[in-house]
């Protein structure tokens, strides 16, 4: 069975950095897509920033231009750099890979910004 872990999460003052670390306990093939997702008390689960396996990548619209995901193939780990953090991108991060056969989801990693 494939265990996400994620890693790099913790508290930050606004307009610091974090950055976030995903790997898989094996290899995962034929992947689709490669993400994080947040979700913050009393809201609904969303998407921050996707690759997808034919090269598009998207960015919710309130991370473009302070978020960067990218990935390591080798190892199928998948990073997020985030940038200018602001109080409102506190939440539990969760990583996510989609492969053929299955969807993984890591258990989660807090992130905190401090006004």
């Known amino acids: 069975q494939v265990q996400l872990v994620e890693s790099g999460g913790g508290l930050v003052q606004a307009g610091g950095s974090l950055r976030l670390s995903c790997a898989a306990s094996?290899?995962?093939?034929?992947?689709?897509?490669m993400g994080w997702y947040r979700q913050a008390p009393g809201k609904q689960r969303e998407l921050v920033a996707r690759?997808?396996?034919?090269?598009?990548?998207t960015y919710a619209d309130s991370v473009k231009g302070r978020f960067t995901i990218s990935r390591e193939n080798a190892n199928n780990t998948v990073y997020l750099q985030m940038n200018s953090l602001k109080p409102e991108d506190t939440a539990i991060y969760y990583c996510?890979?989609?492969?053929?056969?299955?969807?993984?989801w890591g258990q989660g990693i807090q992130v905190t910004v401090s006004s």
């Open positions: 094996r290899v995962i093939f034929s992947i689709n897509a």
């Open positions: 996510r890979i989609s492969g053929s056969l299955a969807v993984y």
């Open positions: 690759f997808f396996s034919d090269g598009r990548t």
